[in-house]
Structures are given as structure tokens and as C-alpha cells.
């Protein structure tokens, strides 16, 4: 089996803390805040009920 090489950690649904996870690129959170683009931070999903 061929290596491929190593995969990089990341927190897929909140990615806030970039110091855990330097070469993390958007999160779920991240992309609802470009989708829904208010500058509210409360968007009541199945994921974040009371709001992300």
C-alpha cells in the first residue's frame, strides 16, 4: 500500500481556537457565518440549537 502522507487534526465543526489548529482553513460555524453574512453570531441550527 502506497503512503499518501499525513493528515493534519482540525475541529470540523467548531474551528474558533486557531491555535489548536494552525492549518485549519473554515469550520461549520465558519461557513455558516459567510452563508447567513448579518454579523449576528446566533444562528439556530440542528448543531447549535440555542445558537452557534
Do not use: C, H, W
Not at 14 to 29: E, H, V
Amino acid at each position: 500500500m502506497e503512503k499518501i502522507g499525513r493528515v493534519e487534526a482540525y475541529n470540523l465543526i467548531d474551528g474558533t481556537d486557531k491555535t489548536k489548529f494552525p492549518n485549519q482553513t473554515s469550520s461549520y460555524r465558519d461557513q455558516l457565518r459567510l452563508v447567513y453574512n448579518s454579523g449576528s453570531t446566533k444562528f439556530k441550527t440542528a448543531l447549535f440549537p440555542e445558537g452557534a
